[in-house]
T-cell receptor, first 110, second 117 residues
Framework: GNSVTQMEGPVTLSEEAFLTINCTYT??????LFWYVQYPGEGLQLLLK?????DKGSNKGFEATYRKETTSFHLEKGSVQVSDSAVYFC?????????FGQGTRLTINP | GAVVSQHPSRVICKSGTSVKIECRSL??????MFWYRQFPKQSLMLMAT?????????EQGVEKDKFLINHASLTLSTLTVTSAHPEDSSFYIC?????????????FGQGTRLTVV
């Protein structure tokens, strides 16, 4: 079945550092791919998405490119801020439902 | 985006008792709601999908008599954990979608941490 594997955390970086959180997937067909973010005490929010190969999703300085050849959807940001501290979930949606990775906790220190 | 409110955010209950968790869509009508469970350092696992006015569809391995789901209105779904046991301790998250079109974005509640002692 469909599955998502993402980089194990926690990840701790200094402010203005470059961020990469790896995400790879296994799926039949052509899934849509997502990154969700969960800030402390809040629900999951959609951060960005890509619906077909080579699409790039972007939002709030974050980017991820749908790479079919490597079955990956890595999340990147060039310069992180303290306010980016949160848990990040990679997910895919195939024919029916969302399948999530295990989440990566990111902490940004000033 | 649309707001989904989940209540309570934390609950501690005694083994053998039942606990009800509410999921409300505050500014839209949710034809479909989803309930997930998350164990520490693991993925969100879909437990069940509920459509307003009809019985929930449970995922394989989820006990429908233990996890009772009611979606009685377009803005409220409830999950009741019956006869809770310590192994039911987990983080439960709901999400809601405006229309039955599965390509519509789903909005998530903030989750409920259940601890059974």
């Amino acid at each position: 079945g469909n599955s998502v594997t993402q980089m194990e955390g926690p990840v701790t970086l200094s402010e203005e550092a470059f961020l990469t959180i790896n995400c790879t997937y296994t799926a039949t067909g052509y899934p849509s791919l997502f990154w969700y973010v969960q800030y402390p005490g809040e629900g999951l929010q959609l951060l960005l998405k890509a619906t077909k190969a080579d699409d790039k999703g972007s939002n709030k300085g974050f980017e991820a490119t749908y790479r079919k050849e490597t079955t990956s959807f890595h999340l990147e940001k060039g310069s992180v801020q303290v306010s980016d501290s949160a848990v990040y979930f990679c997910a895919l949606r195939g024919a029916q439902k969302l399948v999530f990775g295990q989440g990566t906790r990111l902490t940004i220190n000033p | 985006g649309a707001v989904v409110s989940q209540h309570p955010s934390r609950v501690i209950c005694k083994s053998g008792t039942s606990v009800k968790i509410e999921c409300r869509s505050l500014d839209f009508q949710a034809t479909t709601m989803f309930w997930y469970r998350q164990f520490p350092k693991q993925s969100l696992m879909l437990m069940a999908t509920s459509n307003e006015g009809s019985k929930a569809t449970y995922e394989q391995g989820v006990e429908k008599d233990k996890f009772l789901i009611n979606h009685a209105s377009l803005t409220l779904s409830t999950l009741t954990v019956t006869s809770a046991h310590p192994e039911d301790s987990s983080f439960y998250i709901c999400s809601a979608r405006m229309r039955e079109d599965m390509n519509t974005e789903a909005f998530f509640g903030q989750g409920t941490r259940l601890t059974v002692v």
